[in-house]
């Protein structure tokens, strides 16, 4: 089983510059700790003690997981999973 | 440096002073490895804040999916400051993502004029860079 994982430029230096690898799973959540095991530190990028980091956006094909299930999100062979990190900023000092 | 029509800045700027007193952002996209700004692409602020941005999860993946259907990439994200300097706040830095683009700030801060500034962003690091506006 595969599933398709878009990484942005971001990302990449945890691919070898890959904009796309691939990875198992039944859930998001899984598929994220696969990853991690092809990728080190790929999956600290994605995720942190919260669940999802705030400002990734992760896609189950054209819908953000946050508006499905989150982690928990099932995946199956032929999905396509996209990560963009959102694009945020602003005058407010952090 | 950045290399940017008039039409384009004056695109960003109109959108920047419509949106005022909320910050105003969005991507000018262009042909990937060109490094000319091409397509003016207004985004929505998700936050709809004075003082913070976000580009909408669902507008930034349906913009960059088609992007990459055009053999585009993201030339310049902009956005607006409404009552400080057009300058990278520390969290425009922290959330910078995009490490090959021109990150454009516009002020609106003061009704008369609008400043109008780029940079680059690249690990944490800020350099301001000249604009060129052609016609």
Known sequence: MSIEVRIPTILRT?????KQV?????TLGELITDLDHKHGGLGD???DDGGLRRFVNVYLNDEDVRFLAGLDTPVKDGDTVTVLPAVAGGATVS | MLTITRELRDKIVAHARRDHPDEACGVLAGRAGGDRPERFIAMTNAERSPTFYRFDSGEQFRVWREMEDRDEEPVVIYHSHTATEAYPSR???SYASEPGAHYVL???RDSGTAEFR???IVDGTV???PVAVVE
């Open chain 1, 14 to 18: 945890y691919t070898d510059g890959a």
């Open chain 1, 22 to 26: 691939e990875g198992t799973g039944s």
């Open chain 1, 45 to 47: 990028r994605l995720v």
């Open chain 2, 91 to 93: 969290t425009d830095i």
């Open chain 2, 106 to 108: 516009v002020s609106t």
């Open chain 2, 118 to 120: 780029s940079y680059r």
């Open chain 2, 127 to 129: 350099t301001e860079e």
